[in-house]
Every structure is written in structure tokens, then in C-alpha cells.
């Protein structure tokens, strides 16, 4: 009696299990193909047909199946049109009598192949440069690298960009990778699909250690700093040398008072040494006339010999002259002398 129940059991379970209709799962593939599944659960126990359309279009059996033991798994078909996922997408499963339809809305449905052409560059402005490609800028995408192989640190990046900057690196080993998916943008949400991690890129060695601080990043932010305060500290010293008239910067010379009178030397800028040199300290000195007239020829001449000496060098000098030698009136400078008297008049 207990067997019996039991086989009615077995029989009935297995009725049940091959009853249970296949969950197809569906996606769309890197914006190329459909990719849909019915092995999620378990393997299925017999080989299915697969149909699928859109709206308003005629149904089309899988042209690529996956298998899995020489039994259907799946389908991969071409998506021919963008538009096409913002429409409902039907699926339906046939084997015999038994056939399993089902709707799919597969606007956020979409996963990206990883990003490819994955690049890391040291920059000019000292900051390490990862560069990516992804079929379409419409995606949002996020970064995450690791120094010297220790724990993960994850960064988001805005849609439309396709490069991230790790500011003033240390000289650690950076492995960098990065995924995507779709942006809200163009119908994706919290719940689209990630991309599976590109592959790994490297950039450094792990020699030192990020343990110690790092002396090349502080030097690098604080070379401005220093520069910026040592030009600060210089314009103040200047400006203090100013106010207290250390430095003296003469552009126009002054011009003399309207009311008092005109000197010629104030309009120009002579060094001390040279305008003492221009004033005359010596003391005037006499300059004197006379005229030498022999005996003999007093009636004949005024004036035989007239001559003038003038001695400015040396004032202290005298000159001895007779009052009576002294004419009262000459009126020539010029005379004739005869040899008797030049002889008579050097001895």
C-alpha cells in the first residue's frame, strides 16, 4: 500500500516538473544582439523551438541556438533597430502540443560589453590619465584601481566621459579597470545592467611602498604655495622701503618757484662736489695800467710803452710804481721804439 502511494507520488511530481513552464530570460546584447535563456533554473529535458517578435511583426524562429549537452539553452539573434527595445518584446517556446509565450520590456534590459582600448598615461600636468572606448557615449561608467594590490577603491564617472584623472600618483603600482552601463538618459536606470570589468592595466612599480607619505606629492602642492608667499613677502618689503623713503625714485625734476627769482642751476641736477666747484672764494685782484715814457721823447709822445700786467694767481705779489712815472692820460697803446732805446731801456 505504501509503495503504491509512493510510485503515485514519483509520478505525479515528475507530471508536475515536466509541466513547469521554462523562465526565458532576455537581453540585449552590447546594443547588437538578443541574447534569451531558459536554463536559469535548471537544464530543460527536451530540445524547444524559439520564436520571438515585436509589436505589430510577424514572428521568427532563433537563427543561432545555444546548446548545452545537445539540448537548447538559449538564443542569440541580431537587433537590427535601437528603437526597438522601447517596444514590448514577446517570446514563445514550443515542443509538441506544449508552447510557453511570454512579454519582455527590454528598455533597461541592455548590458555593455566591457570597455575596450583601455589606456593609463602619465600626464604633463603630473596626474595619471586613464583613457577608454565604449560603442556609445550614452553610458555611464566607473573606475576602480588599487595600489601595490591592496583593497579596491571605486570612483563614478559622468555619462559621455571616457577618461578618468588619479590626481598627483605616488610611485606605487596602479592596477586600473572599468565597467559601464547604460544612462538614464537614454532609458537606463538604478537597475541597469553593469558591464563585466575591462581588463587590468598597470602603471608604476611596486617597489615602494605607499606606507611612507608621499614626498613627491607634497612637494609638488606646496611649490606654489611657497613661490606665491616669498612674492607676497617681497612686494611687502618694497613697499615699506617706499614709506620710509629708502629708496628714492626722482622721474621729474622740481621746478623752481613762480615768485622767486630764476636760478639757472636749480633746473638742473648737479652733484654736490661739482656746484661747490663754481663758486669763486678768492678774493679780487687789482689790475693795473701804466705806461713807461723815456725823458727824451716825453714831448714828442704821450705814450711810448704802454702795458698792462694782471696777476689773478697770486694776489699776495706787489707791484712797485712810481706816481710820477705815471702818465695822466694815454692816448696810444702803440708806439715806435728806436733800438737806442730798447738797448737803453733793458739795461
Request: hydrophobic share 30%; glycine share 4%; proline share 7%.
Amino acid at each position: 500500500m505504501m509503495a503504491t502511494r509512493l510510485l503515485l507520488f514519483l509520478c505525479l511530481t515528475g507530471h508536475v516538473f515536466a509541466k513547469e513552464p521554462p523562465d526565458v530570460d532576455c537581453l540585449v546584447l552590447h546594443l547588437k544582439y538578443i541574447h534569451c535563456s531558459w536554463n536559469k533554473n535548471r537544464t530543460p529535458e527536451v530540445n524547444y523551438t524559439f520564436y520571438s517578435w515585436f509589436n505589430n511583426k510577424p514572428p521568427r524562429e532563433c537563427p543561432s541556438y545555444l546548446s548545452e549537452n545537445s539540448i537548447n539553452t538559449g538564443c542569440k539573434q541580431p537587433y537590427l533597430q535601437n528603437e526597438d527595445r522601447f517596444n514590448n518584446f514577446y517570446t514563445k517556446l514550443v515542443h509538441g502540443n506544449d508552447s510557453y509565450e511570454k512579454k519582455h520590456a527590454l528598455k533597461e534590459r541592455v548590458k555593455f560589453n566591457p570597455p575596450y582600448n583601455v589606456t593609463v598615461r602619465y600626464g604633463l600636468d603630473s596626474n595619471l590619465w586613464l583613457n577608454w572606448t565604449q560603442i556609445s557615449h550614452c553610458v555611464e561608467s566607473q573606475v576602480r584601481y588599487r595600489i601595490n594590490s591592496k583593497a579596491w577603491m571605486t570612483y563614478p564617472v559622468r555619462a559621455g566621459i571616457q577618461n578618468y584623472c588619479i590626481n598627483l600618483p605616488s610611485s606605487a603600482l596602479y592596477e586600473l579597470q572599468v565597467q559601464s552601463k547604460l544612462d538614464y538618459s537614454c532609458g537606463g536606470s538604478q537597475n541597469s545592467f553593469w558591464s563585466d570589468w575591462s581588463e587590468p592595466v598597470f602603471w608604476g612599480s611596486k617597489n615602494s611602498s605607499t606606507d611612507t607619505p608621499h614626498m613627491n606629492s607634497s612637494m609638488s602642492v606646496w611649490t606654489p604655495v611657497m613661490y606665491g608667499l616669498g612674492a607676497f613677502i617681497l612686494i611687502l618689503l618694497v613697499m615699506m622701503l617706499l614709506h620710509h623713503e629708502r629708496i628714492r625714485i626722482i622721474l621729474i625734476p622740481v621746478v623752481p618757484k613762480p615768485s622767486l627769482p630764476p636760478n639757472v642751476e636749480d633746473w638742473f641736477q648737479f652733484p654736490k662736489g661739482l656746484k661747490e666747484s663754481f663758486k669763486d672764494n678768492e678774493r679780487p685782484c687789482p689790475v693795473r695800467e701804466y705806461c713807461h715814457v723815456p725823458e727824451s721823447d716825453s714831448e714828442s709822445s704821450d705814450c711810448s710803452t704802454c702795458s698792462g700786467t694782471t696777476d689773478q694767481t697770486d694776489c699776495s705779489v706787489s707791484i712797485p710804481v712810481n706816481e710820477s712815472d705815471l702818465p695822466t692820460s694815454c692816448s696810444s697803446s702803440t708806439s715806435t721804439v728806436s733800438p737806442e732805446e730798447e738797448k737803453q731801456d733793458s739795461v
